[in-house]
């Protein structure tokens, strides 16, 4: 194919592969029903196209952003899309269980789309512009699968669950050709061999920054799971809440992360990442005690949970872009990895605490220990970004390349 893009990519086309990278988790979720009944299959088997394929791209995580630093982002991105479009077409013309099942979890190479992205930005932005661009390519990752489900239960009623398959494999091939004609090379210090990559890795592991970033994500990241997890008993139970409004409820905090997204989008070019990390902290921790308080004092209704949920929201727009921008410049030269190994870190805290809330919440603990857990992982953040502007103070900030 002529035409190969040489220079780095638009804001645009990295946008336009988080969303897909992200809304291949849910959109074809309103259809589990009818996938299990024409394949014949128990909806328990067919549920594993969605655990499975998380589980599966928390290792991909670990795998591409290496890829990455060692071969470049374009080849590897490519790579990834063209294997996405044709487990795609094969899900979407499947006839047997295990065939789409495979497929399904091949699917997970879209995940690339994510970490190459941001690995893209580091690369070819400075620090706080980074976390800058990272805040508007948040957003993405935050509408894309709000939106995905009625996308999905829009095509299957009608044209049936294939089409979303379909629509994936559309996809994957715009994508494709999109990110020939766009996505150039970025990563200019590509190791020669990858026995010398992973020699560099220790230094990577070994700093208290990068650490200190990306467990700040991961607790932000798992307060939100905590309340997917925990969000739906309570409003059963507790609040007596119809699914119409329970399904507004969940999406209070996706509509406080974009809106905390996109005032780091526009503020991170100014402000010490640190500085964006705490605030969002604080306004998390903040709602979520008023909240907690509320319900202890007796208040048990909507508003103080929805409230909280919001703050939670609006704090991890804040946080996520430039702790995110941070672990991905500790070592530059290590933008993959660190984004990789940041990426599954945090799936690993979600996927942690989204199981710690559903054993401790239950109808006799309600609100309040759904709200606790919440401030748990919020205020775990809040330490670990105090801990990295500690760093800062007693060293001084230094040169992205020599971060420790």
């Not at 957003?139 to 049936?160: I, K, N, R």
């Not at 089409?163 to 990110?179: E, K, N, Y």
């Not at 200019?188 to 990858?194: K, V, Y």
Request: aromatic content about 8%; overall charge positive.
């Amino acid at each position: 194919m002529p035409f190969a893009a040489t220079s780095p990519p638009r804001l645009t086309t990295l946008v336009l592969l988080t969303a897909v990278s992200t809304l291949s988790l849910n959109l074809f979720l309103p259809s589990l029903p009818n996938i299990a009944a024409e394949l014949e299959a128990d909806y328990a088997l067919v549920n594993l196209s969605l655990g499975g394929y998380l589980a599966i791209t928390a290792v991909l995580m670990l795998v591409m952003g290496p890829l990455s630093d060692r071969f470049g982002r374009r080849p590897v991105m490519l790579a990834a899309l063209a294997l996405f479009t044709s487990a795609s077409l094969v899900c979407a013309l499947a006839a047997d269980i295990w065939v789409f099942l495979a497929c399904r979890l091949l699917q997970g190479v879209i995940i690339a789309g994510w970490g190459i992205s941001l690995a893209v930005i580091r690369d070819t932005a400075p620090e706080r512009e980074a976390a800058s661009l990272i805040g508007y390519v948040s957003m993405a990752m935050a509408l894309a699968p709000m939106l995905a489900p009625m996308a999905g239960g829009v095509l299957d009623e009608l044209f049936g669950w294939r089409a979303s398959f379909w629509a994936f494999a559309t996809m994957g091939a715009g994508l494709f050709v999109l990110c020939w004609l766009d996505l150039g090379e970025t990563n200019r210090t590509r190791s020669h061999t990858l026995a010398a990559q992973i020699q560099s890795y220790p230094a990577l592991f070994a700093s208290r920054r990068f650490w200190g970033y990306s467990l700040c994500m991961a607790f932000s990241i798992a307060a939100f799971h905590s309340f997917l997890s925990g969000a739906p008993l309570v409003g059963k139970t507790v609040l007596a809440l119809s699914p119409s409004t329970l399904g507004v409820t969940l999406g209070t905090t996706t509509a406080g992360f974009m809106l905390g997204s996109f005032l780091a989008g526009r503020t991170a070019k100014r402000l010490p990442l640190t500085s964006l990390m705490i605030a969002g902290r604080l306004v998390a921790c903040s709602g979520l005690l008023a909240g907690l308080a509320l319900f202890l004092a007796g208040v048990v209704h909507l508003a103080p949970l929805i409230g909280a949920a919001l703050c939670l929201g609006f704090g991890n727009g804040l946080t996520v872009p430039s702790s995110n921008a941070g672990a991905l410049s500790v070592r530059p030269q290590l933008a993959g990895s660190a984004s990789g190994l940041s990426g599954a870190l945090t799936s690993a805290a979600g996927a942690l605490f989204s199981s710690i809330t559903g054993a401790v919440v239950t109808e006799m603990t309600g609100a309040t220990a759904l709200l606790a857990m919440m401030l748990f992982c919020a205020a775990m953040g809040l330490v670990t970004a105090l801990a990295v502007r500690g760093i800062d103070r007693r060293e001084g900030r230094p040169c992205a390349a020599s971060a420790g």
